[in-house]
């Protein structure tokens, strides 16, 4: 509870025995009592290992130091918690974030090897890379896949239980409030309690506008039906779909990412010049390096990325989002919506790293050609995201790495695509979205269009 509410004190355990008594003995060992939560205890239990899990993924996002003690008690002690980390992954009964935050914390672990020399050095012998990159494509790829899905029909079930449970739940409140109306009149006068709840329900008829089928049919509290518990339940039954994916969207975004501190140095000497000359000269510059790279060290492991379909799970999740629903979204589904836009920010910012960092995926789509329709898509869902300033900074931010670091969509981009980038660039909500416009037009600078845009 004290890690939840403070950021501080994860950075005080991060490089402490703490932190390693967490991952190698009371957070795996809860694991072999991982059962479906069919009482309060299991509830319990399976609550305290997600937020451990979470815990753990978070202390081990880009810190070194503690991977550095973890191989090294392991080194001293046997203590194989990759296995366990694994084998958490692995168990379908263990709650989906639970599974979801060890593949993110596997993930982490490979990726401080990849890009810490001197860890991959010291600790190859106990834990290769290339061990590493196979226990993900068995292992996290498949959960991941699993858990990147969106159904737009589905959906639109979770959001219309939901519907139909606070509407009832809504009607038992009223009723509860009548009925409490006509005790308080009952002690006040002699009228009888039958002439005054007949007189109460014609009151009630009277201004009550028209429900549903479903609303009518419902049975009342009277008969022993919780409808407060119903749409805990509904409620219950959309987090448990939408939460998931959005981890896993998190997960196969740092999956799909590699060290990126040239690229935030990149970014700090693009804004601190004013020179127009000299900043159109840094862009072509970094498009030449970037365009010369050689083949990622993560290349390999990219590879099974893009076999086991990822990508296009991720592309097929911004599609069904893009699809209207067959159900109306209201005021009352504020969460609903809240949701929906950050699964699609997320994906945003997923398939803006695939489409920079997975060359193979780029030959897949017939040589880089469809990288554009791609790049439309996420100018799209900006029309859908604008109002939430983290989703439209994602989404934008993603759009605009893939004009920087993809220099053959440079030459792709039309008079429409120059429309809705200067839209960005004007209109936009949010502040980052609009600073993000104007890179993507530096980043055009550097290329020759059709007379038009030019």
């Keep these: 509870a004290l890690v939840e509410h403070s950021s501080d004190i994860v950075d005080r355990i991060s490089s402490s025995a703490d932190a390693i008594n967490c991952l190698t003995t009371g957070y795996l060992e809860a694991s072999s009592t991982c059962t479906p939560a069919n009482d309060d205890a299991d509830a319990a239990r399976n609550n305290c290992l997600t937020a451990t899990s979470r815990v753990v993924h978070t202390m081990l996002d880009n810190n070194p130091i503690l991977l550095h003690q973890l191989l090294a008690n392991y080194q001293s002690n046997g203590n194989d918690f990759i296995k366990k980390l694994v084998a958490l992954v692995e168990n379908g009964v263990c709650p989906a974030k639970v599974r979801l935050h060890c593949a993110g914390s596997l993930i982490s672990i490979y990726q401080l090897l990849q890009f810490h020399a001197d860890l991959k050095k010291q600790y190859e012998a106990i834990l290769s890379v290339s061990d590493l990159e196979k226990v993900i494509a068995s292992t996290v790829l498949p959960i991941l896949c699993q858990y990147v899905d969106y159904r737009p029909d589905i959906a639109a079930a979770l959001i219309s239980r939901m519907q139909e449970a606070q509407t009832a739940a809504l009607s038992e409140e009223n009723d509860a409030k009548v009925e409490a109306e006509i005790q308080e009149m009952i002690k006040g006068k002699n009228e009888s309690a039958r002439a005054i709840a007949r007189r109460q329900k014609e009151m009630k008829d009277n201004v009550k506008e028209p429900t549903d089928e479903v609303t009518k049919t419902k049975p009342t509290a009277k008969y022993g039906t919780d409808f407060q518990q119903i749409l805990?339940?509904?409620?219950?039954?959309?987090?448990?779909?939408?939460?998931?994916?959005?981890?896993?969207?998190?997960?196969?975004?740092?999956?799909?990412?590699?060290?990126?501190?040239?690229?935030?140095?990149?970014?700090?000497?693009?804004?601190?010049?004013?020179?127009?000359?000299?900043?159109?000269?840094?862009?072509?510059?970094?498009?030449?390096?970037?365009?010369?790279?050689?083949?990622?060290?993560?290349?390999?492991?990219?590879?099974?990325?893009?076999?086991?379909?990822?990508?296009?799970?991720?592309?097929?999740?911004?599609?069904?989002?893009?699809?209207?629903?067959?159900?109306d979204l209201t005021d009352d589904n504020e969460v609903v919506q809240r949701d929906l836009i950050e699964v699609l920010g997320k994906c945003g910012a997923c398939i803006g790293n695939i489409a920079i960092n997975l060359s193979s995926w780029e030959k897949q789509l017939q040589g880089g050609n469809h990288l554009i329709e791609v790049w439309r898509t996420l100018g799209q869902c900006m029309s859908k995201v604008d109002l939430h300033g983290e989703a439209s900074a994602e989404v934008s931010g993603a759009m605009t790495a893939m004009l920087r670091y993809r220099t053959e969509l440079l030459g792709a981009v039309g008079q429409d695509e120059l429309t809705l980038i200067l839209n960005l660039l004007q209109k936009a909500n949010c502040a980052e979205a609009r600073q993000n416009a104007a890179s993507m037009l530096t980043s055009l600078c550097t290329s020759p269009h059709l007379k038009e845009v030019d």
């Design 232 to 327: 805990t339940k509904a409620i219950e039954a959309w987090e448990n779909a939408v939460h998931p994916l959005k981890l896993a969207l998190e997960v196969a975004t740092n999956l799909c990412t590699y060290d990126d501190q040239h690229q935030q140095n990149e970014d700090y000497t693009m804004w601190e010049s004013d020179d127009e000359e000299n900043m159109e000269q840094l862009a072509k510059d970094i498009n030449a390096k970037e365009a010369n790279l050689q083949p990622l060290q993560a290349a390999a492991l990219f590879d099974h990325v893009v076999s086991c379909g990822l990508p296009e799970r991720v592309r097929g999740v911004i599609q069904g989002l893009m699809q209207p629903l067959s159900v």
